[in-house]
């Protein structure tokens, strides 16, 4: 069978240049990528599995020896070369790293689709692709509840937030649609922009998982529908803007949608954290004072693998009061906090390691709150600080950028 691996190989000595190449082919053929690893290690210093099991197998640098030994035939796609691959929690520092210029992350992308062309791959990815086939959501829960964490809000008339038409359309992720521990998330989003008078909608049941945990873990050929109707809805809208709150869903949107669709998208894709930085520069909104001392962490697919590490910054700054200390990792370089690449449900105990990592680089800060803006980000690192907690005299509070806005503004 022609694998995309073997794809790389067959275009590798032809030295062909064709547009019908694979993806995988194509990063290849760039720079060859692949063969352009110098083994010199750097990125065995960086990577969080790395740091945390001390396996050269589990290494960016090992995994690509093994990718190498496949492209040229001396083993095939079996289980321990799937477990390695699917160990990463594709935060792509090893990419962003790497000074060779290797693209580690868009070739362990290429090959997942191998591993799940060549079935072997984690069982617990059949269940998320069941998930979202069967309820077009990452929870068995069927679509009709992904406004449960607006509905539970006393007082709430439906009809103020799903509109037929409106200028902005907020796209709010199935973690925060679902699970109750992230819906202060979009609570405090739809009260700002309520706030700031932005005629703005929901999309309810017809918004649908935005594909994101399919396209990471190799099973891109299921994105292009959900893809294609999240798209429309948003057309139908006849919105100008659409936001997410989920760095994974904006990744997803704004740098994935087109290219699955082969369709222009005719509306402005932005992450909350940009969208609140407008309102509050254009005065829509002023921040009131809050004394605190605050460190912020990119989540990666914001940060490094979307370029988004000014503006959450700056809104946190706009808020009077707020002194901002980094951490000893941040922008490009940023930590991950052991919550991406579906990590968590492979190896928890592994998550759990490296969100402890990073809950330590918080503490070192000495920072009353811990802000990120991704609501699993903020998940990870709570619980991590949870269990970190004796090793402060306070606590330490995790908050996502628009909930700490909102507490500005509500004084
Ligand atoms: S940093 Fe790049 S060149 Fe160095 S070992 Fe890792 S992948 Fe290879
Ligand atoms: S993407 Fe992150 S976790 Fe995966 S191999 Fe690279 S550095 Fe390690």
Same mark, same amino acid.
């Given at each position: 069978m022609e694998t995309k691996i073997n794809s790389i190989k067959t275009q590798h000595n032809k030295k062909a240049k064709s547009t019908s190449q694979t993806r995988a082919a194509r990063v290849f053929l760039k720079g060859d990528d692949l063969f352009a690893c110098s083994r010199c290690g750097t990125c065995l210093s960086i990577c969080p599995i790395y740091k945390n099991t001390l396996n050269e197998g589990f290494a960016p640098r090992g995994k690509l020896s093994l990718i190498e030994a496949v492209v040229n035939g001396k083993i095939g796609f079996t289980d321990k070369l799937s477990e390695k691959i699917y160990t990463c929690t594709m935060c792509n520092l090893c990419t962003t790293e790497c000074p060779s210029g290797v693209k580690v992350s868009e070739l362990f992308r290429a090959v997942r689709e191998d591993l799940i062309e060549n079935s072997k791959y984690p069982e617990v990815l059949d269940y998320l692709k069941d998930k979202i086939e069967k309820a077009y959501n990452i929870t068995f829960d069927t679509n009709q509840g992904r406004l449960d964490w607006l509905k539970q809000v006393p007082d709430t008339d439906i009809n103020d937030y799903v509109k037929p038409t409106a200028d902005v359309v907020y796209f709010v992720g199935c973690v925060s649609s679902f699970s109750p521990r992230s819906f202060s998330i979009p609570r405090a989003i739809? @009260? +700002?922009?309520?706030?700031?008078?932005?005629?703005?909608?929901?999309?309810?049941?017809?918004?649908?998982?935005?594909?994101?945990?399919?396209?990471?873990?190799g099973m891109k050929e299921e994105v292009g529908a959900l893809a294609m109707h999240n798209i429309e809805k948003v057309i139908e809208k006849k919105a100008k803007i659409l936001l997410t709150s989920c760095p994974?869903?904006?990744?997803?949107?704004?740098?994935?949608?087109?290219?699955?669709?082969? =369709? =222009? +998208?005719?509306?402005? +894709?932005?992450? $909350?954290?940009?969208?609140?930085?407008?309102?509050?520069?254009?005065?829509?909104?002023?921040?009131? @004072?809050?004394?605190?001392?605050?460190?912020?962490?990119?989540?990666?697919?914001?940060?490094?693998?979307?370029?988004?590490?000014?503006?959450?910054?700056?809104?946190?700054?706009? !808020?009077?009061?707020?002194?901002?200390?980094?951490?000893?990792?941040? @922008?490009?370089?940023?930590?991950?906090?052991? %919550? %991406?690449?579906?990590?968590?449900?492979?190896?928890?105990?592994?998550?759990?390691? $490296?969100?402890?990592?990073?809950?330590?680089? $918080?503490?070192?800060?000495?920072?009353? !709150?811990?802000?990120?803006?991704?609501?699993?980000?903020?998940?990870?690192?709570?619980?991590?600080?949870? =269990?970190?907690? %004796?090793?402060?005299?306070?606590? $330490?509070?995790?908050?996502?950028?628009?909930? +700490?806005?909102?507490?500005?503004?509500?004084?």
């Open positions: 739809v @009260k +700002i922009l309520k706030k700031a008078d932005v005629d703005f909608t929901l999309l309810g049941e017809d918004e649908w998982c935005c594909g994101f945990p399919l396209l990471s873990s994974s869903c904006f990744h997803t949107w704004k740098h994935e949608y087109e290219s699955l669709t082969g =369709k =222009k +998208i005719p509306f402005e +894709i932005l992450h $909350i954290s940009q969208y609140l930085l407008n309102l509050v520069n254009a005065e829509k909104i002023k921040p009131g @004072k809050l004394d605190v001392r605050v460190t912020y962490h990119d989540p990666c697919d914001l940060g490094r693998n979307s370029g988004v590490f000014e503006q959450p910054r700056q809104l946190l700054k706009s !808020i009077p009061g707020v002194e901002l200390v980094e951490m000893q990792t941040s @922008k490009k370089q940023a930590n991950c906090c052991g %919550g %991406g690449g579906n990590i968590e449900s492979l190896n928890q105990a592994l998550s759990a390691k $490296i969100a402890d990592s990073r809950a330590g680089e $918080i503490i070192d800060t000495k920072a009353e !709150i811990a802000v990120s803006a991704c609501q699993q980000c903020e998940r990870t690192l709570a619980t991590a600080l949870k =269990k970190r907690k %004796g090793d402060t005299d306070y606590k $330490i509070k995790v908050m996502d950028v628009s909930e +700490i806005l909102l507490e500005s503004l509500e004084g």
